[in-house]
């Protein structure tokens, strides 16, 4: 706690200085957090910003070819990423129910059958779904922060303000010079807690957003594969 009589702080860094024990291990709980918070963000914004790149891309090549033997072999150039394995999933299992795969001429390939093709539809699911687990992968770890932050600052705000009524108590001061130090180093933690979750909530819900976008792409494509099949007599 702030030493009453002692020389007021007159900043943040003060008051932290002068700290109780229990103020500056809150605080430094607090600086962990906020450590592994930026890193999480740094990291998934640099992930998204990489997935959409090559989401461009795919799309582009896809779109130029003409058949899907031709957008096969066009993506097989791209850096991989979750189009790229949804695709390429999708192709496999397909050549696994027909020989040959795409790579046969439409017209001589036998139709899969109403059975082969729900199970075509469901492997293009499974594979939808595990691409949004894997880009969900630590998200809710800044929700998680930014929920316990402000907890934990008010945990340390209210041990803080307990210090420092104790030391009024103690010392038998209680005007406003003797009681405003300690308050003020109390509220610090609370700040500190805030610091730390309120740019993990907003980080939050942006890269929820842009999983959750990336998987409705996703699911869109596999239906859009689906009706190429269709579109090229292979259903």
Known sequence: M???GGAVPTSSWELMGAASPE??????ILAAFSVVSWFLIFAK?????????????????VAH???????HQAIATLPTS???RLFTEGVTFYGELVPGGVAMEPH???RLTPTQLEALRMVLDTQADAEHDQLGRYIPWLATLGSVSPLLGLLGTVLGVMDAFIGIATSGAGNIAAVAPGVAEALVTTVAGLAVAIPSVIAFNIFAARQ???ASELEGFAWELISTLAREGRL
């Open 2 to 4: 702030t030493q009453l």
């Open 23 to 28: 103020t500056k291990a809150v605080l430094i």
């Open 45 to 61: 914004a640099w992930q998204f910003r990489r997935i959409r790149r090559s989401a461009n891309a795919f799309f582009r090549a």
């Open 65 to 71: 070819a003409g058949r899907l033997d031709e957008a």
């Open 82 to 84: 979750p189009y790229t």
């Open 108 to 110: 001589s390939a036998p």
């Open 212 to 214: 959750n976008f990336v």
